[in-house]
Nanobody, 121 residues
């Protein structure tokens, strides 16, 4: 069994910062891409940022220059540093990871439970 546990969401004023964490645990042989998605009310879930391997990252245009994704490979943890937050960043943020549980298995998609980020004055 694999679990992704997110933390770090909350209420912040416009222009503020938050740092989200996503820790993967359980039966893990290898982790491929780790990323963050978000879903605002009435909207589809969208990719915010992903780290594919090493220093290869991908960001949504709306967060470039404000958000930074990083990974601690030893801790199987991904982080999302969010600066200069705007009201339109308000959403539930979900961690996603592609994980191989054993040497002979394939990568499977796993999701965290989501953490609420609210940007409001």
């Amino acid at each position: 069994q694999v679990q992704l546990v997110e933390s770090g969401g909350g209420l912040v004023q416009p222009g503020g910062s938050l740092r989200l964490s996503c820790a993967a645990s359980g039966s893990i042989f290898s982790i491929g891409t780790m990323g963050w998605y978000r879903q605002a009310p009435g909207k589809q879930r969208e990719l915010v940022a992903a780290v594919i391997s090493g220093a290869t990252t991908n960001y949504a245009d709306s967060v470039k220059g404000r958000f930074t994704i990083s990974r601690d490979y030893a801790k199987n943890t991904a982080y999302l540093q969010m600066n200069s937050l705007k009201p339109e960043d308000t959403a539930v943020y979900y961690c996603n990871a592609q994980i191989k549980s054993t040497l002979g298995s394939i990568f499977r998609d796993y999701w965290g439970q989501g953490t609420q980020v609210t940007v409001s004055s």
